[in-house]
């Protein structure tokens, strides 16, 4: 390890385990707040209105109407809604749409973010905004958003479905995976990424067996709250790129086209990026680590192909000239030919052999 580097820690605190989510109260109490928003999804009503029983005189109400990207017109609505009832904090409980709208309001109003993450998609640990507007998703890194508390309780994500359960844990898998090879890629994020791997791959082949079971939801969320650090302190490269904009420009499922991808954008990366390499095949116990991805999303059940997720074959030319567009930090060079194969191979679902 003779290479310099930067690290730099973000200030989050973190309350784990199961039941955790008891302490809740206090820990509004800590963070010197008295009148939280709860912020969920329509979906995710239910546990929202848990949350303001929970509360009691230190919620001021609740917003339910998050969803998928943060649509600014949503954003503006949850914004007004926290200025009219004057509260002093939000508390988002679910995945990374909740966390998403909670960090919208932060951005504008400076106010602090209780998160209670439901899923394993990482927001949470991340200082990184996105808003949706006309179709176009604009994102952004800002320290004010990131959630001064975060309450992992697996006992919440019980009730994740098995399929996206898997998905949004290799989403998770990808952040670690993409750090180990990242432009700002230090010894502290690296360690705790290729840790990140190993917790995941682990416990959701558990979460397959037995979803109930408290120690394999503990051990991939784990798993997921590493990937998040992964993905808050280091930047990304070509899989998170392409998932971007295959997500954004063809409305393909933000998880599930993580799983497909991953594997053949570690495939493209695997000559150029040897160490990240051994680590992530360490982790998975295996010797290549492209193979052994594919293989653990085939072995759970997960989709591996993009024509599964409902793209067309006619959309991959296209796909392929946006991701190109502007250029980007990838430890191997990206080319239009090189990201048109990559591409096809996804589409077809064909197991990588690097
Ligand atoms: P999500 O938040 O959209 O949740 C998907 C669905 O599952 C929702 O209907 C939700 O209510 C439901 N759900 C969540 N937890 C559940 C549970 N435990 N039981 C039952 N249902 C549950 O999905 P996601 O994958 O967590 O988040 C994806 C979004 O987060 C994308 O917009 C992505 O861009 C964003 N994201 C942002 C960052 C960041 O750092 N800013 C990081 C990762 C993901």
Redesign the pocket.
């Known amino acids: 390890m003779s290479l310099p580097f930067v690290y730099e820690a973000l200030p989050s605190r973190v309350v784990f385990g199961a039941g955790s989510l008891q302490k809740l109260p206090e820990e509004i109490d800590k963070l010197g707040a008295s009148r939280a928003l709860v912020l969920c ?1 329509p ?2 009503r239910a546990i929202g209105a848990d949350i303001v029983v929970m509360l009691g005189a230190r919620s001021a109400g609740v917003f339910d109407g998050a969803v ?2 943060v649509p600014v017109a949503v954003a503006e609505e949850a914004r007004d809604k926290a200025r009219r009832l004057h509260v002093d904090c939000c508390v988002a409980i ?5 966390t ?1 709208l909670a ?1 919208a309001i932060a951005l504008t109003s400076g106010l602090p973010i209780l998160a209670i993450p ?2 394993y ?3 949470e640990m ?1 200082p ?3 808003l949706t507007e006309d179709g176009v998703k604009k994102t952004g890194r800002d320290v004010r958003v990131l959630p001064k508390t975060v309450i992992y309780d697996p006992v ?2 019980t ?3 098995v399929a ?1 359960s898997v998905t ?1 844990g290799i ?1 998770a898998i990808a952040h670690c995976v993409e750090a180990l090879y990242s432009r700002d890629a230090n010894p502290i994020i690296s360690l705790i990424a290729e840790e990140g791997i190993r917790a995941l791959a682990a416990g959701l082949p558990e979460v397959v067996k037995q979803p109930g079971n408290l120690d394999a939801r503990s051990r991939a969320l784990y798993g997921a709250w590493l990937g998040g650090v992964s ?2 302190a280091v930047g990304m490269a070509l899989h998170h790129k392409l998932c971007h904009t295959l997500g954004g420009t063809f409305n393909l499922p ?2 599930e086209t993580h799983t497909v991808v991953l594997p053949h954008a570690v495939a493209y990366n695997a000559t150029a990026a040897p160490e990240a390499m051994r680590r992530i095949a360490r982790a998975l116990g295996a010797h290549s680590a492209s193979e052994a991805l594919y293989d653990l999303a085939a072995s759970l059940g997960a989709p591996v192909s993009l024509q599964s997720l409902g793209m067309r074959r006619e959309q991959l030319d296209q796909a392929a000239d946006l991701a190109v567009q502007n250029p980007y930090y990838n430890p191997r060079q990206v080319t239009r030919e090189g990201v048109r194969m990559l591409l096809e191979n996804a589409f077809t679902g064909t197991r990588p052999t690097v």
Do not use: V
């Not at 679910?94 to 909740?98: E, N, P, R, V």
């Open positions: 999804t979906e995710q998928m990207h679910g995945g990374g749409s909740t998403g960090k439901t899923t998609a990482g927001s991340t990184i905004w996105g919440l994500t009730s994740l479905p996206l949004s989403n993905l808050g933000h998880a």
